[in-house]
């Protein structure tokens, strides 16, 4: 299975906004799609997922308000909108593809490479 590819990470100070794409293989553009974050010292974290077929969006309470889970269907992308951002948002941001809804990790069977999103004060 082709990986899916990210892009849109960087930093930002405090305050800030940034939006994550992931692209995945027609193969894989299926089920749900989500974004998981993985902080030094912590464990690997759910973020935000979406059902590819309606578009229903699962958040952490931590992002809920903040944070915005997207799809186009013609581009086989999902978007993550990110306000607000927080230096507790700094990690490693995951895409992951053709999953079970929702935000267990274990859900998930195609993984992109990350992409380092870095919030500073």
């Known amino acids: 299975q082709v990986q899916p590819v990210e892009s849109g990470g960087g930093s930002v100070q405090a305050g800030g906004s940034l939006t994550l794409s992931c692209e995945a293989s027609?193969?894989?553009?299926?089920?749900?799609m989500g974004w998981f974050r993985h902080a030094p010292g912590a464990e690997r974290e759910g973020v935000a997922s979406?059902?590819?077929?309606?578009?229903?969006?699962w958040y952490v309470d931590s992002v809920k308000g903040r944070f915005n889970l997207s799809r186009d269907n013609a581009k086989n992308t999902i978007y993550l909108q990110m306000n607000a951002l927080k230096r507790e948002d700094t990690a490693t941001y995951y895409c992951?593809?053709?999953?079970?809804?929702?935000?267990?990790?274990?859900?998930?069977?195609?993984w992109g490479q990350g992409t380092q999103v870095t919030v500073s004060s």
């Open positions: 979406i059902y590819i077929r309606d578009g229903r969006t």
């Open positions: 027609v193969y894989t553009y299926k089920g749900c």
């Open positions: 992951a593809a053709n999953g079970d809804c929702g935000l267990a990790p274990r859900g998930y069977n195609t």
